[in-house]
């Protein structure tokens, strides 16, 4: 292999080695956005909080399962969980930061209704309720967690998500089908082509908007492809902030494909089915790790397409599961900052 054709590779810098602060265009700490939702945003905050005091998450809010369900069924609000999850990841390494995010993690095992709630869901939809403000309750539940960030919902309006699939009935593997509801699509059989939202222009939190406008670096993914990263990408008025943003962007893969909802897919595929949801939208980097990249060439093509660069690093956690090792992944995050934070002039 060439030398201009070999994976750049970031190498295995933990975090613990990170001295020199970050600086963003305004010479102080660089703001990051971060978005996606359930375990894959929280591993991405979980990193990022380690590295810049300027973070924001910006969550998805199409959850129907589970305690956020039940509560969007029951309440008409919006599902809590992956703001819940997302403000548990922001507390920090200290005893208050830990307590608090075990406590809004817990979940009430019982006969009675009970049952499989968590309790952080529990005391955001009463501060919703309290207050009449998603963001100010928000804010709030952070003030008290102590978390290093700030959580955002995408939409102010609970959102239905639909998938159109291929091969959803074994029977007739060649026909698609509609697949409605979140936690439906994220266990469907068969291939997920598409998928839109329910409103198809749902409002935008203009917080959030504003927070991927003003941002230094966006970072996109990992989380589950089409429940969790895309529809972010089916928000028009946060599309058009992500397309429009001085900030450089990042597309961070996930370690694995996910059974039903990405099973098989390579690498550069879910770069291709994020391109079909959102042409216009390129990025400057591609994170993947590096052991999870069987062929560089065809990811870098994929990654070409929206003008990227692919940055390959050890991110994995080394107990084999598919799970982000938070110093590492902090540590790749800090690398490509500094790396192509110096080149070139700011969009």
Known sequence: MPPEARPRR????RAARIRRPLRGRRGAAPKVVALGGGHGLSASLTALRRITGELTAVVTVA??????????????????????????????????GRTWSEVVQHRFKSEGQLHDHAV??????????????HVQALDLVGKLLGAHGRVL?????????????????????????????????ALTPGEVQRVRLDPADPPAVPEAVAAVREADWVVLGPGSWFTSVIPHLLVPELLQALTETKARRVLSLNLAP????????????????????????TFDVVLADQDAVPDFGSLEAAAGRIGAAVELAPVAAQDGTPRHDPELLAAAYDRIFRMHGRIGPWR
């Open 10 to 13: 970031l190498g295995p810098v």
């Open 63 to 96: 959850d129907d399962g589970g305690s956020s369900g039940r509560l969007r069924d029951e309440l008409g609000v919006l599902p809590p969980g992956d703001l819940r999850k997302a403000l548990a990841a922001l507390c920090g390494d200290d005893d208050w």
């Open 120 to 133: 952080g869901n529990l005391l955001i939809v009463a501060l919703w309720e309290q207050l009449g403000d």
């Open 153 to 185: 919902p995408m939409s102010a309006v609970p959102l239905e998500l639909t998938a159109l699939v291929r091969g959803h009935d074994p029977v007739r593997p060649e026909e698609t089908a509609s697949v409605r509801g979140q936690a439906t699509v």
């Open 258 to 281: 996910q059974p039903g909802e990405t099973e098989g897919f390579s690498p550069q595929r879910h770069v291709e089915v994020l391109v079909q949801h959102a042409p216009k939208l």
